[in-house]
Nanobody
Framework: VQLQASGGGLVQAGGSLRLSCAVS????????MGWYRQAPGKQRELVAG???????NYAGSVRDRFTISRDGAKNTVYLQMNSLKPEDTAVYYC???????????????WGQGTQVTVSS
């Protein structure tokens, strides 16, 4: 199973970015997908998550600014980030909670991370 994230970059405060993450490989079923981030000197934190039924949850600091969505046919999850702030600067990691076969339990898989830098 591979997760390929893209879309990070440098943006000014108030700007927008859209992250994408495609899951490929041996996939039996995907339970949920999400985005985490880790800023220097801080722990990795959940930014947003979405289940296969479309239920979403967000960190309080990004609610009303970020929107998570998914394309089930493409096994892809997106994170639209608007009104970005300098404190959003971090490495963003894609996560998928899935079964790679009918004999396996759900487990977490991680992408390689993409840098988001917001300048003031």
């Amino acid at each position: 199973v591979q997760l390929q994230a893209s879309g990070g970059g440098l943006v000014q405060a108030g700007g927008s970015l859209r992250l994408s993450c495609a899951v490929s490989g041996s996939i039996f079923s995907i339970n949920a997908m999400g985005w985490y981030r880790q800023a220097p000197g801080k722990q990795r934190e959940l930014v947003a998550g979405i289940t296969t039924s479309g239920d979403t949850n967000y960190a309080g600091s990004v609610r009303d600014r970020f929107t998570i969505s998914r394309d089930g046919a493409k096994n892809t999850v997106y994170l639209q980030m608007n009104s970005l702030k300098p404190e959003d600067t971090a490495v963003y990691y894609c996560n998928a909670f899935l079964r790679s076969s009918g004999y396996e339990a759900n487990r977490h898989y991680w992408g390689q991370g993409t840098q988001v830098t917001v300048s003031s």
